[in-house]
């Protein structure tokens, strides 16, 4: 399996040097803060599949409205994105134990009940599965671009060199996806204590309201008869 595929390298040969270094820095912020901005990183990416989507099914149909189909579509995935990323979740994960459970164990039964058993693992660790698809995406789109600008910069047939290094390349996009997790483990775990600190100082700002004081409107009167006795003693 080559991680770093000459094939794509061979399609994207045609690639400007600022669109590779976009996708590079793209990639750079995927693999460093992808747990950190997992929200925006999900709406865009379930938009942006959505709308390709859209697109190529109105295309297949034959219908003159591709394009409004493809934009609603995206309109509409964006705006149930974090809610399909749960459900996108819980199918993956049972999905990946069905598949392991017949592929051990062939002649297995029952294997709704490994697909909900996985489909939970899913959501338990949707924080881990997240980091890992950030920054294995990450690592792979920054690691290719990345490999077109040096083949444009110093002219070197990459396709060539790829193939010659497949086990020295896997290694490398393993150890940075690894290294990836933990960057976005140790960030988000920063961010939590600098919110706590804001939180207790809001809470003690806050002073408890004083007691209303009672209005001249709301006093009673003195009775007649009590204002008599005091003028009488007064005198």
């Not at 693999?31 to 999900?42: C, P, T």
């Not at 939970?120 to 995406?137: D, E, I, P």
């Not at 988000?188 to 209303?212: G, S, V, W």
Request: hydrophobic share 50%; with cysteine; proline share 5%.
């Amino acid at each position: 399996m080559q991680l770093i595929a000459p094939d794509i390298l061979a399609e994207a040969r045609g690639m400007t040097g600022a669109m590779a270094g976009t996708i590079t820095v793209l990639g750079f912020a995927l693999w460093l803060f992808g747990w950190r901005w997992h929200r925006f990183w999900v709406v865009a990416g379930i938009t942006l599949a959505a709308g390709l989507i859209g697109l190529n099914a109105g295309r297949t149909s034959g219908g003159t409205q591709v394009m409004a189909v493809g934009i609603l579509l995206a309109v509409a995935a964006g705006l149930l994105a974090l809610e399909l990323a749960k459900v996108l979740a819980f199918v993956a994960g049972g999905c990946g134990a069905w598949l392991a459970v017949q592929w051990v164990l062939p002649q297995a039964q029952e294997l709704w009940a490994v697909f909900l058993c996985g489909g939970l693992f899913g959501l338990l660790l949707y924080r881990l599965w997240t980091m890992l698809l950030t920054s294995l995406m990450g690592v792979l789109l920054a690691g290719h671009a990345s490999t077109l600008l040096v083949e444009q910069f110093w002219s070197i047939n990459t396709g060539d060199w790829v193939t010659r290094n497949v086990a020295a390349l896997n290694g490398v996009v393993v150890g940075l996806v690894v290294l990836g997790i933990l960057l976005q483990s140790v960030s988000t775990k920063d961010l939590e204590p600098a919110t706590e600190p804001k939180e207790e100082d809001e809470e003690d700002t806050e002073e408890e309201p004083d007691p209303p004081l009672p209005s001249p409107k709301n006093a009673k009167p003195t009775p007649r008869w009590k204002k008599l006795l005091t003028a009488r003693k007064t005198t």
